[in-house]
C-alpha cells in the first residue's frame, strides 16, 4: 500500500532566523518577510493540490505547536480561503529544542560550550546542547507521527524537524540532512519513496 504524500511547509522567517540565532521551543513570531513567505507557500500548494487533483478542504492539516508554525499555517489556510483555525496540532513535530543554547548565535553557542560545540561540529546527530535535544530525539518522535499517518497531509513544522524526516524516511544520511538549509516559503513533497521541493 502507498504512503501518504505529505506536504510540508517549514514556518516563515522570524527576527531570530534573520540574526542567526537559535530559536528551538521558543516562541517567536514571523517577521513581515515570513508572513509574505507563508502566503507565498500557500500559493505553491495550490498549484500542487491542483497539479496532483488534490481537494484543498479535505485534507487533513496539521502544525507543530510553536507560535511560529502556527502563525503560517493560519496564513496559508487564509491564502487557500479555507478556515484559518481548523486544523489539528501535533506536539511531535515541534522544532529541535537547543536546551541552554536556544537564543544564541552559533558563535555565542561555541563561546558558551566550546566542548560540547565542538563534538556537536563532528557529529550532530547525535550530540546535543545541555537541557537540548539530538536530531535522533527528533528522528524517533517525528517517525512515531508519520508513522499513524493514514492519508495525505499538509504539516507545517520545521527545520530540525524536516531533517529528522528525511532521514528517518531514508532520504538523506544523518550528515548530509544536519547540513541542509531548508527553505522556507517553499512546499516539500514526501511522496512514492522521493522528495521533491518546490518554491
Not at 49 to 76: C, H, I, N, W
Not at 190 to 197: A, C, I, S, T, W
Amino acid at each position: 500500500m502507498p504512503r501518504p504524500t505529505i506536504y510540508y511547509l517549514r514556518h516563515g522567517e522570524t527576527e531570530w532566523n534573520a540574526l542567526g540565532r537559535l530559536q528551538g521551543t521558543r516562541d517567536i513570531p514571523l517577521n513581515a518577510r515570513g508572513r509574505s513567505q507563508a502566503v507565498h507557500a500557500a500559493e505553491v500548494l495550490a498549484d500542487l493540490f491542483a497539479r496532483d487533483g488534490k481537494d484543498k478542504a479535505a485534507l487533513p492539516y496539521v502544525s507543530s505547536p510553536l507560535g511560529r508554525a502556527r502563525q503560517t499555517m493560519e496564513l496559508a489556510r487564509g491564502r487557500l480561503e479555507l478556515p484559518p483555525a481548523d486544523y489539528a496540532l501535533d506536539d511531535r513535530l515541534r522544532e529541535i529544542g537547543y536546551g541552554t543554547w536556544e537564543g544564541l548565535t552559533l558563535a555565542e553557542s561555541e563561546a558558551k560550550d566550546p566542548d560540547i560545540y565542538a563534538r556537536r561540529l563532528a557529529d550532530k546527530w547525535t550530540v546535543g546542547p545541555a537541557g537540548g535535544e539530538t536530531y535522533a530525539d527528533v528522528q524517533a518522535r517525528v517517525r512515531a507521527w508519520y508513522d499513524q499517518l493514514r492519508t495525505d497531509t499538509v504539516a507545517v513544522a520545521h527545520g530540525g524537524t524536516c531533517r529528522a524526516l528525511m532521514v528517518s524516511l531514508g532520504l538523506e544520511t544523518p550528515a548530509s540532512a544536519a547540513e541542509l538549509y531548508i527553505e522556507q516559503g517553499a512546499v516539500y513533497v514526501f511522496g512514492d519513496g522521493r522528495l521533491e521541493k518546490f518554491s
